[in-house]
């Protein structure tokens, strides 16, 4: 599974990332729309371990994004493996990103989701008032299927995000 684009590419976290994630997770600039985590490193260990288990039952996958020469830049999770959809969050990427991590980070998660996977859809969530992320997935073609009062819930398809990438295509190059 090569889960690379052209300046970042995806690999599953392991205990020893634990302190990039909680100063990622930890850092006021990041954590606005996420929810809250402990500050205690062996607490982060440990729920990495825990993790590790569900990835081996494939219940969920855990990413740090990296540039192309192995610097941590980011986290990504896909969770909540349903009937055919998955979802994905935990999308933090801090400032030693390469200019397009988001947008190549967004479409690997989907590469992993769609076709390694095998998913026919992927439903996600965004905080109201996270209007940059929520631009984003409209961008990406992202259609809301449902709110409350702090999230509006979204859906995507393979197609929409293959439109999304031959439109973005010239970018990369």
């Not at 850092?27 to 809250?36: H, I, P, T």
């Not at 990835?55 to 980011?74: H, N, R, S, V």
């Not at 947008?103 to 076709?115: C, D, M, T, V």
């Not at 997935?137 to 999304?164: C, F, L, R, W």
Request: proline share 2%; hydrophobic share 35%; glycine share 6%.
């Amino acid at each position: 599974m090569n889960l690379q684009h052209s300046t970042v590419r995806l690999r599953f976290v392991e205990v020893e990332d634990a302190e990039f994630i909680l100063s990622l997770r930890l850092d006021d600039r990041y954590n606005k729309f996420l929810s809250g985590v402990s500050p205690d490193l062996e607490s982060q260990k440990s729920w990495i371990k825990k993790y590790k288990v569900d990835e081996a039952e494939q219940k969920q996958f855990y990413f740090i994004i990296e540039k192309l020469d192995g610097t941590p830049c980011g986290t990504v999770r896909v969770y909540d493996i349903r009937d055919g959809s998955f979802c994905w969050g935990s999308w933090i990427l801090n400032e030693n990103k390469t200019r397009f991590a988001a947008i190549e980070s967004a479409f690997l998660i989907y590469k992993f989701g769609f076709e390694h996977l095998g998913f026919k859809k992927c439903h996600f969530d965004v905080m109201k008032g996270n209007d940059k992320v929520i631009s984003f997935h409209k961008k990406m073609g992202a259609v809301q299927v449902g709110e409350d009062e702090a999230n509006n819930y979204y859906e995507i398809t393979p197609d929409a995000v293959k439109k999304s990438e031959e439109q973005l295509s010239g970018i990369f190059k």
